[in-house]
């Protein structure tokens, strides 16, 4: 999603249903992070060590989230909108 998020930056405008679509994108995310939560001790070795496999698949859905966070935030600000207004530049 990373790709699609700088990218939609670039542009600075969002059409709505392309920013419906992104976000329900993460609620899918979500509802997978959710998933994986509860699978998590199925990815366990059989041997009982650390589950690294688990901990891999829970901090990628985590991480994905996280860089998700900013365009939700922003969806939510602009949600009467035709279209969404994004930052184009980042004063750091």
């Known amino acids: 999603m990373l790709p ?3 990218m939609l930056s670039k542009i600075g405008e969002v059409e ?3 920013s419906h679509f ?3 994108s993460v609620l899918s995310r979500v509802c997978s992070l959710i998933f ?4 998590f001790g199925e990815l366990r070795p ?8 688990g901990l891999g698949v829970m ?6 989230l996280l ?8 969806y939510l600000r602009n949600f009467r909108r035709t ?3 994004l930052p184009t530049s980042w004063n750091v």
């Open 4 to 6: 699609q998020l700088w």
């Open 16 to 18: 709505a249903l392309t």
């Open 22 to 24: 992104v976000v329900l």
């Open 36 to 39: 994986w939560y509860r699978g």
């Open 46 to 53: 059989l041997n009982g060590g650390f589950n690294l496999p």
């Open 59 to 64: 901090g990628a859905h985590v991480m994905q």
């Open 67 to 74: 860089l998700s966070c900013d365009f939700v935030w922003l």
């Open 83 to 85: 279209r969404m207004a």
